[in-house]
């Protein structure tokens, strides 16, 4: 599966805790990341400051859903189920 454009739910829900270029504390979930454009495309894409953990993750329909809505739910959901 790709990744639905425009959808930044990975960028949104799941909490990143590795350092991000201005987010040195990385991001909790259910925080806009930094780095996620108004057209909620990563501003960090395909350049070496992108942590690993984003470059890693994988469009799957199991955590991706069929809409934008539906990964930002289910990204919430495996968040508060492996806290």
Same mark, same amino acid.
């Given at each position: 599966?790709?990744?639905?454009?425009?959808?930044?739910?990975?960028?949104?829900?799941?909490?990143?805790?590795? *350092?991000?270029?201005?987010?040195?504390?990385?991001?909790?979930?259910?925080?806009?990341?930094?780095?996620?454009?108004?057209?909620?495309?990563?501003?960090?894409?395909?350049?070496?400051?992108? *942590?690993?953990?984003?470059?890693?993750?994988?469009?799957?329909?199991?955590?991706?859903?069929?809409?934008?809505?539906?990964?930002?739910?289910?990204?919430?959901?495996?968040?508060?189920?492996?806290?």
């Amino acid at each position: 599966m790709e990744c639905r454009a425009g959808c930044g739910a990975c960028c949104i829900a799941p909490s990143i805790s590795s *350092p991000i270029p201005g987010m040195p504390e990385g991001k909790p979930a259910g925080v806009r990341c930094l780095h996620l454009s108004v057209d909620y495309l990563c501003a960090l894409f395909g350049r070496a400051e992108r *942590p690993a953990v984003c470059a890693a993750f994988k469009a799957d329909e199991f955590v991706c859903g069929d809409s934008r809505e539906s990964a930002i739910r289910i990204l919430g959901w495996l968040e508060q189920a492996t806290a």
